[in-house]
């Protein structure tokens, strides 16, 4: 019995561990875009609050559910603000692109958490299956929206044609599929998380891109 009730606290503490890396992953990201704009100290701290927790706390209005999450983790706004000092203070132009070249992978991975997070918290306030997918696709996508949203970019969730929101809607289905199917929550939570990260990165290993707009009046080469 002991050994049964240490594991959902083991996985519990596995998956907040694993949130907050992404929580610092999508506000890393949030800070790059804030460097390349030229933004002030406050413009660098808000354009990476966004990026980190402006999904989870659109999810949190529309479920109408408090706390919302950083204020329950008051701890991550710490963190944050500790982010964006060391950032402003060490990070330069020549390193931007290696960064967020390298941030593709934690982004992905926060990804699939993120969107299998927000669907169950959904699930857990009786949301219709359909409705707590899209809760976990806003977990995990509308923090980047808002980010480059507020520095006057079209969102590359939207625009760089390679699946994001996509993978978030697949692994919220997959946890939806696997908790019809009675598999544990934790095991449902990982498969989904699993799901949704690793289509993101097969998208980013192949250049897997989805179909644009055509107008059809495209100029021919």
Known sequence: ????????????????????AATIAFALSGLLEA????????????????AAFGGGTLRDVLLDRRPFFWVEHAAWLWALLGLCVAAMLVLRARHFAPTERAMQWPDALGLGL???GGTQLALAQ???AIVAVLMGVVTAVFG???????????????????????????????????LALGLPQGSALLVAAGTATGLRVLALLTDWRLPQWSSGEEPRG
């Open 144 to 178: 980047g929206v808002l980010r480059d949203v507020v520095c006057n970019e079209i969102p590359s969730a939207f625009a760089d044609h390679r699946p994001y929101a996509v993978c978030a809607f697949a692994g919220g289905w997959v946890l939806v599929g696997a």
């Open 35 to 50: 460097a390349r704009k030229r933004l002030d100290a406050v413009g660098v701290c808000v354009v990476a609050g966004l």
């Open 114 to 116: 993120f969107s299998a």
């Open 126 to 128: 009786g949301m219709p």
């Open 1 to 20: 019995m002991a050994e049964s009730a240490a594991d959902p606290r083991l996985l519990q503490s596995l998956l907040t561990a694993i949130e907050a």
